[in-house]
Nanobody, 115 residues
Framework: QVQLVESGGGLVQPGGSLRLSCAAS????????MGWYRQAPGKQRELVAR???????DYADSVKGRFTIARDNAKNTVYLQMDSLKSEDTAVYYC?????????WGQGTQVTVSS
């Protein structure tokens, strides 16, 4: 069974940056649309960004211009570069395919933006 493992979260001040990584145990990154999702306390999980096998990207309006999604097919890894972070970006971040598949949800990585 394919596993997706997220890492790179942490505590950062407003305006700061973080780079999240999602490592897949098998080569699904190169063949599937991959997405980063997040879930803030008391809110539903939402799609933040997605990238197609050909490299086309799409972003939620709330992160457009601040976040960048990228994939490294050779490493079976998807990245999310997050710049100009805001307190409202605080959430647990997950990667999954798009549309998401229940079997791929991992533990996620916590991102906390606070001064």
């Amino acid at each position: 069974q394919v596993q997706l493992v997220e890492s790179g979260g942490g505590l950062v001040q407003p305006g700061g940056s973080l780079r999240l990584s999602c490592a897949a145990s098998e080569s699904i990154v190169s063949s599937r649309v991959m997405g980063w999702y997040r879930q803030a306390p008391g809110k539903q999980r939402e799609l933040v960004a997605r990238v197609t096998p050909s490299g086309n990207t799409d972003y939620a309006d709330s992160v457009k211009g601040r976040f960048t999604i990228a994939r490294d097919n050779a490493k079976n890894t998807v990245y999310l570069q997050m710049d100009s972070l805001k307190s409202e970006d605080t959430a647990v971040y997950y990667c999954n395919t798009w549309p998401w598949s229940a079997v791929y949800w991992g533990q996620g990585t916590q991102v906390t933006v606070s001064s």
